[in-house]
């Protein structure tokens, strides 16, 4: 292999990193001057990116990165003012919810999805485990979200049910794919691309080694092309970089009634005249995502203090 070579990360847990070159993946580190301007971050090299590697004498060394076209990023802990970004350079976002075992908080969706409006990374809302869910249950959540403007597919990898629109939906791209723990995410991509060796909450029996948790973000290339991303249990998302009077940018449906406002810079939390709590009042949009928008505001209020 020649000495000097460009690759992409998929997967990195901070000391050492995966890399994937010509079908190969090969562990590096990384140069330690090695540090990205402008981002304050936790994690200088990401799952997604594009590197420059170079090997000196049989070690691999990520010498430099490419510029990323986008990233999805949380804040580290709930008031850390350090980021963590979660991947570079990707085309869609596949958020998986459940409605129950276990219940995904309607919080921890809408800011995933307000992250994803924010840094222009399309999100499509995966309904998991839909063998478990009842019918009415499921027709309010869809309400909500396909209001909103999402689109919502149900999906039970248990039953084999929505597998193939899946899998339609991640051929060719490079899709994130979040939720909170025990959504059924490694279950889900196992059953998508079965050659994929995946961890899940099962017992494996081999090894007697019990339930192993997945603690780094890691690539996996899909056999059809594309690749998906998976993310560890994450249990919440810091908004970073969005203003307060930007945040309902982020909120698709109050972006569509907000220029009927009587403010201009209506923050539609008091204002009289505004259009956005007349369509909570009117059911038009979902009180649970006006509710998602009040705390997220209180929450960055109290970040700042
Ligand atoms: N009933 C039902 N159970 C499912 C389905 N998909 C996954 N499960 C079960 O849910 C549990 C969690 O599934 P995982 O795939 O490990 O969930 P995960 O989202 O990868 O979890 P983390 O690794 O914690 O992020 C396991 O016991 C699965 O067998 C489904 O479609 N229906
Ligand atoms: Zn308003």
């Not at 890399?19 to 190969?24: K, S, T």
């Not at 971050?41 to 799952?47: F, G, K, L, M, Q």
């Not at 990116?49 to 430099?64: A, R």
């Not at 959540?141 to 597919?153: C, H, K, N, Q, S």
Request: glycine share 8%; net charge negative; aromatic share 8%.
């Amino acid at each position: 292999m020649e000495n000097r070579f460009t690759a992409t990360v998929v997967r990195a847990t901070g000391s050492w990193y995966d890399v994937l070159h010509d079908g190969v993946t090969l562990r590096c580190r990384i140069r330690g001057k090695l540090r990205l301007k402008g981002v304050r971050s936790t994690n200088p090299v990401v799952v997604g990116d594009e590197v420059v590697c170079e090997s000196e004498g049989g070690d691999c060394v990520i010498v430099d990165i490419e510029p990323r076209r986008n990233y999805v990023i949380r804040r580290a802990s709930n008031l850390s003012k350090e980021s963590h970004i979660i991947a570079a350079n990707v085309d869609q976002a596949l958020l998986m919810v459940t409605l129950r075992s276990p219940e995904t908080p309607k919080e921890f969706a809408d800011r995933f999805l307000v992250t994803c409006e924010a840094y222009k990374v399309p999100a499509t809302i995966l309904l998991s485990k839909i063998d478990l869910q009842d019918a009415e249950t499921v027709a309010g959540f869809r309400a909500v979200y396909e209001g909103a403007g999402y689109r919502v597919l149900e999906v039970s990898a248990k039953e084999g049910r929505g597998v193939e629109e899946v899998r339609e939906l991640l051929a060719g791209r490079t899709t994130l794919v979040s939720g909170n723990s025990g959504v059924g995410k490694s279950t889900l991509i196992q059953a998508i691309d079965p050659s994929l060796d995946i961890r899940t909450g099962e017992i494996s029996d081999s090894h007697h080694k019990g339930r192993h948790t997945t603690t780094f973000s890691t690539m996996y290339p899909l056999a059809e092309g594309g690749a998906v991303i998976d993310t560890p249990g994450i249990k919440g998302f810091g908004l970073l970089d969005i203003d307060d009077a930007e945040l309902w940018h982020y909120f698709p449906e109050m972006m569509r009634v907000a220029p009927g406002c009587r403010f201009y810079n209506c923050t539609h939390t008091h204002e009289p005249g505004c259009a956005v709590v007349e369509a909570v009042e009117a059911g038009e949009i979902a009180w649970s995502r006006y509710e998602s928008y009040l705390k997220i505001l209180d929450d960055d209020e109290k970040y700042r203090k």
